[in-house]
């Protein structure tokens, strides 16, 4: 079957989507976006996806593109054109098409609309967690305002290429103290002696992820201590655990980190639980 998209109020063959040459998202990067999840047929977390897109929308002064309501219509819709039961929906709004000039259009430019949707096949996510993946760090090189879910992600496609070059499943990025703030496309986590989990607090150096928000839930539920603080390299290299979070990763376990092997250089136990408990989540508690 082929893959339908939604651009600007019409669905269209997957092939044949296409944007202005003058979108702003093309040209400046003046975008922000939502990736979903979807399991057994069901978004997951989507109301927390919408808050996250209309505050991305409110801090880049972007107006919403249509009603919250409506947005969920287009949103289910195209994941039932495209037939997904296990995978992602892509969300992406652009300031809109205007003559190109670095200052906002007028107000009569509406905002452009993107929508994809495609399967992931949950066994793959589920192969690379059974092994656990590796790290690596680098020097976080991005912009203040990584709170922002901007479609500006040069710096974290760069990132994320060293660490496919060095054989890596993720780059951990690191400040200029020293401590990690995020993956390039996930959120960090260590679990320290005591078997407490450990998180960088939510600020303007890191994105708040949904399933680091779910994550936060479920631990709390299961009586695991949460502590959010940064963390260093060396603090992570000495974890009894490790592993990242994210909408297409859920809890993924890192048995390395740059040269270091963590624990026993297989998954462990905290987190071969806490992606069973998410999984459950996804699948039940956290649908929509």
Same mark, same amino acid.
């Given at each position: 079957?082929?893959? =339908?998209?939604?651009? *600007?109020? @019409?669905?269209? &063959?997957?092939?044949?989507?296409?944007?202005?040459?003058?979108?702003?998202?093309?040209?400046?990067?003046?975008?922000?976006?939502?990736?979903?999840?979807?399991? #057994? %047929?069901?978004?997951?977390?989507?109301?927390?996806?919408?808050?996250?897109?209309?505050?991305? /929308?409110?801090?880049?002064?972007?107006?919403? &593109?249509?009603?919250?309501?409506? /947005?969920?219509?287009?949103?289910?819709?195209?994941?039932?054109?495209?037939?997904?039961?296990?995978?992602?929906?892509?969300?992406? !709004?652009?300031? %809109? =098409?205007?003559?190109?000039?670095?200052?906002?259009?007028?107000?009569?430019?509406? &905002?452009?609309?993107?929508?994809?949707?495609?399967?992931?096949?949950?066994? +793959?996510?589920?192969?690379?967690?059974?092994?656990?993946? @590796?790290?690596?760090? /680098?020097?976080?090189?991005?912009? @203040?305002?990584?709170?922002?879910?901007?479609?500006?992600?040069? &710096?974290?496609?760069?990132?994320?290429?060293?660490?496919?070059?060095?054989?890596?499943?993720?780059?951990?990025? !690191?400040?200029?103290?020293?401590?990690? $703030?995020?993956?390039?496309?996930? *959120?960090?986590?260590?679990?320290? #002696?005591?078997? *407490?989990? !450990?998180?960088?607090?939510?600020?303007?150096?890191?994105?708040? %992820?949904?399933?680091?928000?779910?994550?936060?839930?479920?631990?709390? +539920?299961?009586?695991?201590? !949460?502590?959010?603080?940064?963390?260093?390299?060396?603090?992570?290299?000495?974890?009894?655990?490790?592993?990242?979070?994210?909408? $297409?990763?859920?809890?993924?376990?890192?048995?390395?980190?740059?040269?270091?092997?963590? %624990?026993?250089?297989?998954?462990?136990?905290?987190?071969?639980?806490?992606?069973?408990?998410?999984?459950?989540?996804?699948?039940?508690?956290?649908?929509?």
């Amino acid at each position: 079957m082929s893959r =339908v998209a939604y651009v *600007n109020g @019409r669905y269209v &063959p997957h092939a044949h989507a296409r944007v202005h040459v003058e979108d702003r998202g093309y040209q400046f990067a003046d975008g922000v976006y939502e990736v979903i999840a979807v399991c #057994g %047929g069901r978004l997951v977390d989507v109301e927390p996806h919408f808050d996250r897109l209309e505050r991305s /929308l409110a801090e880049v002064d972007m107006r919403r &593109p249509m009603s919250r309501a409506a /947005l969920a219509v287009v949103v289910n819709e195209t994941v039932r054109r495209n037939r997904v039961r296990d995978g992602i929906v892509y969300l992406q !709004v652009s300031r %809109g =098409v205007a003559p190109r000039d670095h200052a906002f259009p007028g107000p009569g430019v509406r &905002p452009a609309v993107v929508l994809t949707a495609k399967s992931v096949p949950p066994a +793959r996510g589920d192969a690379k967690a059974a092994e656990g993946v @590796r790290v690596v760090t /680098l020097p976080d090189i991005r912009w @203040r305002r990584c709170d922002i879910k901007s479609v500006s992600l040069l &710096p974290n496609v760069l990132a994320k290429q060293r660490a496919r070059e060095a054989g890596a499943f993720e780059a951990w990025q !690191v400040d200029a103290d020293g401590y990690v $703030t995020e993956g390039s496309s996930t *959120n960090a986590w260590i679990v320290d #002696g005591e078997g *407490n989990l !450990v998180t960088r607090q939510t600020d303007t150096a890191i994105l708040s %992820g949904i399933t680091r928000r779910a994550l936060l839930e479920v631990a709390e +539920r299961e009586g695991i201590r !949460v502590v959010e603080r940064p963390f260093t390299v060396a603090e992570a290299q000495a974890a009894r655990e490790a592993f990242v979070t994210s909408t $297409t990763s859920f809890v993924m376990p890192v048995v390395q980190i740059d040269d270091r092997v963590i %624990g026993n250089g297989v998954p462990g136990s905290i987190s071969r639980a806490l992606r069973e408990l998410y999984r459950r989540y996804a699948d039940g508690d956290g649908g929509a």
